[in-house]
């Protein structure tokens, strides 16, 4: 009989099982390093991004626009819930009509860009002479209580649509408007002033100030 027979099955077993175990810590070491790969990626990328979602300061969008409504003014009920405020400035001698400014907002986001409104807005006038109302507009950014604001002013005949989608539009000679995109955490905010070019220039320095007394707080 044959005594080291089960001697070398044993040790026959043993190996396999070794060379499995082996096999499965290869793969182990494998799956470790890969890990360790992508998080030590993930964490430059994160660096390089100034730090994690979870780690960076959300913009502080709680505030409200606020400003000094001017002697003069008077305010209105807004007529939407687009128009964040709503007010009249009374017209002059021998203008016809009051001049109105409204101040919108339409959300986070939304409005439509800078450079689009102040286009649609110089659009609205037209020259008498067939000019362009676009080399005689005047705009302007400034910087005012650290909010960044693009102003507008334009003369000309004021021929904006009645309402939004009207095929009705305003006819209005020797017309004035001045505008004003207020650029905010919230997001932004359009004032438009409108109405008789001597009308407006009676309230142009109230309208100036108003401006500059926008903050957001």
């Known amino acids: 009989m044959n005594t080291n027979r089960p001697q070398m099955d044993v040790s026959a077993n043993f190996a396999t099982r070794f060379k499995l175990m082996s096999k499965m810590t290869t793969h182990t070491s494998v799956l470790v390093i890969i890990a360790l790969t992508c998080w030590a990626c993930a964490a430059r990328t994160a660096s390089s991004n100034g730090g994690s979602a979870a780690t960076q300061s ?6 409200e626009l606020r400003y000094k409504v001017p002697d003069g003014w008077v305010s209105e009920h807004p007529t939407s819930t687009m128009r964040a405020a709503q007010y009249k400035l009374p017209k002059v001698e021998g203008d016809r009509e009051d001049a109105s400014l409204v101040l919108y907002y339409f959300g986070q986001g939304q409005g439509g860009s800078i450079a689009d ?4 807005w110089i659009g609205q006038m037209k020259q008498p002479s067939g000019g362009s109302s676009k080399e005689k507009a005047k705009t302007e950014t400034l910087t005012v209580n650290g909010l960044r604001v693009t102003m ?10 009645m309402s939004p989608g009207s095929d ?3 006819n209005n000679a020797n017309y004035r408007l001045r505008a004003a ?7 932004n ?9 001597k009308t407006i220039s009676r309230w142009d320095q109230s309208f100036v100030d108003y401006v500059k007394s926008l903050e957001f707080k």
């Open 181 to 187: 995109i207020v650029e905010t955490p919230k997001g």
């Open 58 to 63: 959300p913009v502080n969008a709680s505030g």
């Open 152 to 161: 507008v002013d334009v003369s000309g005949t004021y021929t904006a649509q």
């Open 117 to 120: 409104n102040v286009d649609r």
């Open 189 to 197: 905010y359009f004032a438009k002033l409108i109405g008789p070019e």
């Open 168 to 170: 009705t539009r305003h």
